[in-house]
């Protein structure tokens, strides 16, 4: 089970994919609940996250079910990836290359000269990476 999720500065998403689909409400309650973790990360962090070229949050938090990943770009786009628990044989050096893998792609769609930042993201690339790194996590 993984859910990935991107939202705007002001906490709007612009991209969420769950797989399987069937707990989809409750991923998107827990990616929501968890901007505020990520806002008040950023926010503890202050100047030094801004001085940083990685901006990889870790784990947001832990429930009895998932880990909450976080990261935030430049530009105060967060990430948020929330994976399974069981899932032991992924380790933190993992995630933090998918989130490098996922920033790279949202890139490449903000290089677009038709896309229009901050509107939903709709694209069929993106889609396949996020697919194939969600299929390789579950």
Same mark, same amino acid.
């Given at each position: 089970?993984?859910? &990935?999720? @991107?939202? &705007?500065?002001?906490? *709007?998403?612009?991209?969420?994919? !769950?797989?399987?689909? $069937? ?5 998107? *309650? ?9 806002? $008040? ?12 070229? $990685? @901006?990889? @949050? ?9 880990k ?6 430049? !530009? ?13 044989? @992924? ?5 933090? /290359?998918?989130?490098r893998?996922?920033?790279? !792609? *949202? ?7 038709? *896309? ?15 697919? /194939?790194?969600?299929?390789?996590? &579950?």
């Open positions: 089970r993984a859910q &990935c999720d @991107l939202s &705007c500065p002001q906490n *709007y998403p612009l991209y969420i994919r !769950s797989v399987p689909t $069937e707990n989809e409400l409750k991923f998107h *309650y827990t990616v929501h609940t968890s901007l505020d973790v990520v806002d $008040e990360k950023i926010s503890a962090m202050g100047k030094a996250l801004v001085d940083q070229r $990685e @901006l990889y @949050l870790g784990l947001l938090y832990p429930t009895e079910d998932y909450v990943y976080g990261y935030v770009t430049n !530009s105060k786009v967060k990430f948020v990836m929330v994976v399974d628990s069981s899932n032991t044989a @992924l380790r933190d050096n993992e995630i933090r /290359s998918m989130f893998k996922l920033h790279n !792609s *949202y890139t490449d769609i903000m290089c677009n000269p038709f *896309y229009n930042p901050g509107d939903r993201i709709h694209s069929r690339a993106f889609d396949t990476m996020v697919n /194939s790194m969600m299929m390789q996590v &579950c």
